[in-house]
């Protein structure tokens, strides 16, 4: 399985940002390409932490409390994407920002049920960078 995470940038406190994730190959066992996925950052000197997840399905989503009401989770099946919506940003947000598939849950597993810790993902992308200046 391959995540690619692109559509990070620096961007003044207040802007947006839209991150999106292709994912792509079939994990061992798995005849779809079908996965919870969700997406995580880490800041300079902190553990990495949740941001968002989101079902295979796309209906469900669950988002970390820090940034509730300010970013958006989503997918598009016909481009094997995820996307992270990010508004409203603060510096506090800024971090490498990684997107995660669990290949061993269920695809249908609700995002409430998926797992905040990076342990409970087996695949990530590269990372992306996201800056946001005061």
């Known amino acids: 399985v391959q995540l690619q995470a692109s559509g990070g940038g620096l961007v003044q406190a207040g802007g947006s940002l839209k991150l999106s994730c292709v994912v792509s190959g079939h994990a061992p066992g798995r005849t779809f390409n079908r996965y919870p996925t969700a997406w995580f950052r880490q800041a300079p000197g902190k553990e990495r932490e949740f941001v968002a997840a989101i079902s295979w399905s796309g209906g469900s989503t669950h988002s970390a409390d820090s940034v509730r009401g300010r970013f958006t989770i989503s997918r598009d099946h016909a481009k094997n994407t995820i996307y992270l919506q990010m508004n409203r940003l603060v510096p506090e947000d800024t971090a490498v920002y990684y997107c995660?598939?669990?290949?061993?849950?269920?695809?249908?597993?609700?995002?409430?049920?998926?797992?905040?810790?990076?342990?409970?993902?087996?695949?990530w992308g590269q990372g992306t960078q996201v800056t946001v200046s005061s």
């Open positions: 995660a598939a669990d290949s061993q849950s269920p695809p249908n597993t609700p995002a409430q049920s998926m797992g905040v810790s990076p342990d409970s993902y087996h695949y």
